[in-house]
């Protein structure tokens, strides 16, 4: 297609336009600082693989263990080519690193071991009045119309 719109004079062996390899690209680009933010984001990633260990939903720790694995193949792709400045893999890569990384935790770990909601039941208001509904249904409301145990048992008492 490019010699139909190109001369062969205009194309030289010596052209060149992108490293086949990303990691090796920005850091050539960037220099130590982007090897630094490129080094922090891996670690960062890892960090969020191990939290997802602790996960109580199953379904959850399966879509960021695939999320995981997405990236990691983005990754060893990366190396070989340059798939992350295609928009479509670029969308693909954010999406896993956001599913990856999950919601944040608003109440510090602290909090959150002694049972307090923080900042006076401010931080999740929800679960205290779950919890407060949940005690209110354990509790029989209608004491007056049971009959008592003595009741039932005693026919001298039962009207």
């Known amino acids: 297609m490019f010699p139909l719109f190109q001369p062969r004079e205009a194309i030289a062996p010596a052209v060149i336009n992108h490293a086949h390899d ?4 920005l850091t050539l680009e960037t220099g130590l600082p982007g090897l630094l933010v490129i ?4 670690a960062l990633a890892m960090l969020c693989a191990l939290r997802n260990r ?32 295609m928009p479509a893999l670029s ?7 956001a599913t990856l990384a999950g919601p944040l935790d608003t109440v510090p770990k602290r909090e959150r ?9 401010a931080a999740r208001p929800h679960l205290d009045e779950a919890r407060a509904s949940a005690e209110t249904r354990a509790r029989p409301t209608d004491h007056a119309r ?9 026919p001298e008492t039962v009207a």
Do not use: M, N
């Open 22 to 25: 990303d990691l090796l690209e």
């Open 39 to 42: 080094a922090g984001t891996l």
């Open 54 to 85: 602790r996960e109580p939903d199953a379904s959850k720790r399966r879509e960021r263990v695939a999320a995981a694995i997405a990236l990691a193949l983005l990754g060893a792709h990366s190396l070989l080519d340059y798939p992350l400045r």
């Open 91 to 97: 969308a693909v890569f954010a999406l896993c690193a």
């Open 113 to 121: 071991r002694r049972g307090e909601s923080g900042g006076g039941g």
């Open 146 to 154: 049971r009959p008592s145990r003595r009741s039932r048992r005693d």
